[in-house]
């Protein structure tokens, strides 16, 4: 039987993917694709006391270099300008917060998933 996934368009796909694996590591996903007009964060989750958000990136082939090597400074910028609306309507001035960023390779068929971890800061450094 056919995982629901397969039949996601490859954003969607991807982020359905990037979803179960954070599942499974123990993260909580309390949100996808949150936009703002400044921004959009893929996937918001909580590790603990920690709010995520994440950057899924997505790739066929290698041909224009790894997803990850896609999160160039204006999107990490984006990403936070999302990430702080978020905050400020959810009262999470306070919590820790931490930009991940969630790469996965189609080339060989199947997911290959790599996870930055406190890929970049609230500054985009």
């Avoid at 703002?36 to 909580?46: K, L």
């Avoid at 999160?71 to 400020?88: E, N, P």
């Avoid at 999470?92 to 930009?99: G, H, I, M, T």
């Amino acid at each position: 039987m056919a995982d629901r996934a397969d039949q996601l368009p490859l954003g969607a796909r991807g982020e359905a993917v990037a979803c179960r694996y954070l599942e499974a590591k123990g993260l909580r996903v309390l949100t996808r694709n949150y936009r703002t007009r400044s921004g959009e964060v893929d996937i918001v989750a909580r590790d603990g006391e920690v709010t995520v958000f994440v950057e899924v990136k997505e790739r066929q082939d290698a041909e224009h270099g790894e997803g990850y090597e896609a999160v160039t400074i204006g999107k990490r910028r984006r990403v936070i300008r999302a990430a702080q609306s978020y905050a400020a309507t959810h009262g999470l001035w306070e919590a820790r917060l931490r930009f991940d960023v969630v790469s996965i390779d189609w080339s060989a068929g199947a997911p290959s998933l790599r996870h930055d971890e406190g890929a970049f800061d609230s500054q985009g450094r």
